[in-house]
């Protein structure tokens, strides 16, 4: 590749003519690419200028009388391209479709998320016609395990004379997806830099000194050492004098006394030490909404101040013209003041949870230079135009919304990767909080780590299934599967386990001809002696079965016994520390392990389960146990009752039921000591060769059930998807293996909910049939809203409100139930279980109450919602509720309480945030 390519092309000469700086050689070289007709996919780091080519991809498409689709992975990154392209193609030419907005849809050049194209191509919808160029902005989005499937959706569907425009951050395997791009699309450039135009700088903060973190000093190889001023800082002058529990118990009381985690340094502290350093703008990157706002509270509490009055003033006036369309009740529940006090004074928190307009204001005046320090979560990495001089990192463990987990260098990367404006910054700079926890060799292998592959997450959903069917039928469906990039890198895989299995076989022949030779050698027949030796096999593995079936079927035994026991009822505990008589208090819960509430002997109190029993438990008496077993009088009193109740426990040790006769084994046993082979002796080495076979057998059996079950999983689960759809009656079959989608089909393909399925069949079987708009909106959000907060439990039981909502979120409760029986029957996972936890909220809002009376309905349900969640919610609302009123005839009635209540919904702070 030629380190500085000429530009030739006509279109991209024209293009560069009206920018203000040269562009980059590897920005010549995919724009020069895309003009001479071929797709291109460009991976490079963050703030690299990857845009320029999307950006000259729709200079091309309106040059050449073509239209040009812009796709992003979030809403936010859309509406800020599509200003963007506003300023520089003028509104009459752009639009913008985002499932909340759309805006001149029909002109030439669209912005919109990537699922609103994906749903064009399964609608077939008139606005591809023409379309000659799609950007997919951040397509590495396509690893997402949550959205992933939805760029290859589009990769796949799209014409094949449609120029792709991919832009990726950095990944490893760019040649492997490029390859795979090409496979499906045609010839395709593959454009890789790996060069940072602004150099990023890494450090450490270690209590109020600011350390660089690599030795500067050169060294052989491409390794770079951790500088050995910041290790001997840490060791000597940090964990000195037993420092390191001196710190956890300081950090301790910090987190008691401020309820939010300390990083060591104060916030206020840490941004003044940025200051000194001539390293603001910062981005601290926080990853918690509540950190977020403590981190603010702390500078609001301080004396910091990093704006001068004229500057305020600036703020002063964004800030006003952000809040023109909030009603002015509403200012007081979103925390304006604080807000605006933050903003005039130079810093501001920046996540979900905040509202949009918010969010958008911090932007824009982070841009301006009037935002100095920003307290982040890590939505804002992912290509939002917020570039700062620094980028602060507190933890480098994060929450994924199961667990807690140590970043990966990509996250980290993608983080830092904020640091330096292109254009403005020499350099940037990523510093890293220190704590006991953080090693610095640990942060230099994030830092220096260059291998980030890019891994499909494409699976067969429902709503795919079914647009699939539609469009391509059973056959074309299967073949566009095995196009997929999930199929292309598992082929790619399967290859070094061909490898192995091709070299297993090989051994399996040489020691067969070894085996041969030996039984000759002692007389034997080498077949007899084979089938000794597996006979022998046969039996061991008919023990182990044995052993296991005598173990399940006690343990299910001991299980249903203690599913049945009653409150009073009085057992012996077989094993554990608390072996001895005690009574049931409270019956076992539901489960594969049922666990009752039991009181022993010595006033313990506890579940036990199939652990704590040898047999199943019996049942040795019955004794009184109060109504109310909670306090510590209730519970000696009924320890006693147990003591003299007079009832004996079981006499002598506890001892496992015999197991019943084998049949089979005693047969293979037999079979064993008649078999000629069983009394010879002298065998050894044909024994040795044996048990060598039966190895690389297994060896062989295993890789063939590998690259078999590898090679035909995706087909396999979408034919577990496509079993259901026929059982439910979505698909129907003609008798003779092609599929069609039936009137009722017709309904799942429009709607594309993570739980489509779900609300395919609460349409069908009318549960939502008779609600009012609020009633429906309440419902809706069932199947759509998560509980941030694990220990939410609220069901309908606790819904607050009229017998009709309660009734049809019962009936939705039914279908579900109901519907993850077939899933389960079929071996498809199951749809996750519906959510009120917002049915309060968004009933009282589309019911006209204003923002504090519905964030207070949530609160008394038991969610604390944010206003910024509060209207995301609602915006997901109104998007489910367009599926549901699109796949419906006009005149259905529901149809109309859904258009009702879009309308309900869509008002006040959320209709202001749609823009």
Not at 696 to 719: N, P
Request: aromatic content about 6%; overall charge neutral; some cysteine.
């Amino acid at each position: 590749m030629s380190t500085n390519p000429v530009i030739t092309g006509e279109q991209l000469s024209a293009f560069t003519e009206r920018l203000d700086f040269a562009i980059d050689p590897f920005q010549i070289q995919a724009c020069t690419a895309l003009e001479d007709g071929l797709g291109v996919l460009v991976c490079a780091p963050t703030g690299a200028g990857k845009t320029i080519v999307g950006e000259f991809a729709v200079h091309l498409a309106l040059a050449r009388g073509g239209k040009c689709f812009y796709t992003t992975p979030i809403k936010a990154l859309s509406n800020q391209k599509y200003h963007d392209l506003v300023t520089a193609h003028g509104d009459e030419n752009v639009g913008l479709l985002t499932g909340d907005n759309s805006i001149n849809s029909s002109a030439p050049v669209v912005v919109m998320t990537t699922e609103v194209l994906r749903n064009m191509i399964y609608a077939d919808s008139p606005a591809l016609v023409g379309l000659s160029h799609v950007v997919m902005d951040e397509v590495h989005f396509l690893a997402d395990r949550f959205r992933g499937a939805v760029w290859e959706e589009v990769i796949l569907g799209l014409d094949a004379d449609v120029r792709v425009v991919s832009l990726s951050a950095t990944v490893s395997n760019a040649e492997e997806f490029g390859d795979w791009i090409t496979a499906v699309r045609g010839d395709t450039a593959v454009v890789v830099d790996e060069h940072r135009p602004v150099p990023l700088h890494q450090h450490m903060l270690v209590g109020n000194r600011i350390f660089e973190l690599f030795d500067r000093r050169p060294r052989g190889g491409d390794k770079r050492e951790v500088n050995p001023e910041l290790s001997r800082y840490i060791k000597h002058r940090v964990l000195g004098a037993d420092a390191v529990g001196q710190y956890r118990n300081a950090m301790a009381r910090e987190r008691g006394r401020r309820g939010s985690r300390s990083t060591g340094v104060s916030r206020p502290r840490l941004i003044s030490m940025l200051a000194d350093e001539g390293l603001l703008p910062a981005i601290t990157f926080i990853f918690s909404r509540a950190g977020c706002e403590g981190a603010l509270a702390q500078c609001l509490r301080s004396d910091l101040h990093l704006l001068e009055p004229a500057e305020a003033d600036r703020v002063d006036e964004v800030v006003d013209r952000h809040l023109t369309e909030l009603a002015p009740g509403d200012a007081a529940v979103l925390g304006v003041d604080d807000w605006r006090a933050g903003l005039r004074r130079g810093f501001a928190a920046h996540h979900a949870g905040m509202l949009p307009t918010f969010r958008q204001a911090v932007e824009e005046l982070f841009v301006m230079g009037l935002v100095k320090a920003v307290f982040a979560t890590e939505t804002l990495a992912l290509g939002i135009n917020m570039p700062a001089r620094s980028v602060v990192l507190e933890r480098l463990v994060k929450y994924n919304g199961e667990s807690h987990v140590d970043l990966t260098p990509g996250e980290y990367t993608q983080l830092t990767g904020r640091a330096g404006r292109r254009g403005i910054d020499v350099e940037g700079h990523a510093v890293v909080v220190w704590t006991p926890e953080v090693i610095p060799e640990r942060v230099a292998g994030l830092a220096g780590a260059r291998t980030f592959p890019l891994r499909s997450s494409f699976a067969p959903e429902y709503n795919m299934a079914m647009n699939l069917i539609d469009r391509l039928g059973l056959d074309g469906s299967r073949e566009l599967l095995r196009q997929s990039f999930a199929q292309f890198q598992t082929d790619r895989s399967v290859v070094g386990q061909a490898r192995q299995l091709d070299s297993a076989t090989r051994s399996l022949r040489k020691i067969d001809g070894e085996l041969d030779a030996a039984s000759g050698r002692h007389s034997l027949d080498p077949e007899t002696f084979v089938e000794y030796v597996e006979l022998r096999a046969a039996i061991k593995q008919r023990e182990r079965a044995q052993r296991f079936i005598r173990r399940y079927d006690s343990e299910q035994s001991i299980a249903e016994d203690l599913g049945a026991l009653k409150r009073g009822h009085v057992v012996a505990v077989q094993a554990g520390r608390h072996r001895g008589l005690a009574v049931v208090l409270d019956p076992a819960w539901r489960g594969a392990d049922p666990k009752p509430l039991v009181l022993s002997e010595d006033g313990w109190v506890g579940r036990v389960g199939t652990t704590e029993f040898v047999n199943p438990p019996e049942v040795l008496g019955n004794i009184r146990v109060p109504k109310d077993t909670r306090t510590r009088h209730a519970r000696r009193e009924i320890a006693a009752s147990l003591r003299d109740s007079g009832i004996e426990r079981p006499r002598g040790r506890v001892k496992k039921n015999a197991a019943p006769t084998d049949h089979e084994l005693d047969e293979l046993r037999g079979r064993l000591r008649r078999h000629p082979v069983h009394k010879a002796a002298g065998l050894d080495d044909l024994f040795r060769l044996a048990e060598r076979r039966a190895r690389i057998q297994r060896e062989v059996g295993a890789l063939e059930k590998s690259v078999h079950e590898r090679t035909s999983q995706l087909e396999t689960d979408f034919d577990a998807v496509v079993a259901v759809l026929l059982e439910l009656n979505y698909l129907e079959d003609d008798g003779q293996g092609a599929l069609s989608v039936t009137p009722t089909g017709t309904v799942l393909r429009r709607i594309y909910s993570e739980s489509d399925l779900l609300v395919a069949e609460c349409i069908r079987a009318g549960v939502w049939d008779r609600l009012t708009p609020p009633d429906l909106a309440a419902v809706v959000s069932a199947v759509l809203f998560q509980s941030r907060r694990e220990s939410y439990n609220a069901g309908v039981d606790s819904m607050p409100g009229n017998r009709a909502l309660r009734e049809a979120l019962t009936g939705t409760l039914q279908v579900w139930e109901a519907t993850n029986r077939v899933q389960d029957r079929h071996g498809v996972v199951q749809t996750r279980e519906p959510d009120t936890g917002f049915c309060a909220a968004v009933f009282a809002w589309a019911s006209g109450r204003s923002l504090r009376e519905a964030l207070a309905a949530a609160s008394e349900q038991g969610n604390l919602l944010s206003p910024g969640d509060f209207v995301r919610w609602n915006r997901q609302v109104i998007d489910l509720l367009e599926q549901i009123r699109g796949s419906l005839d006009p005149a259905a009635p529901l149809a109309g309480a859904a258009k009702r209540a879009i309308a309900g919904v869509r008002r006040g702070v959320v209709a202001s945030e749609l823009d």
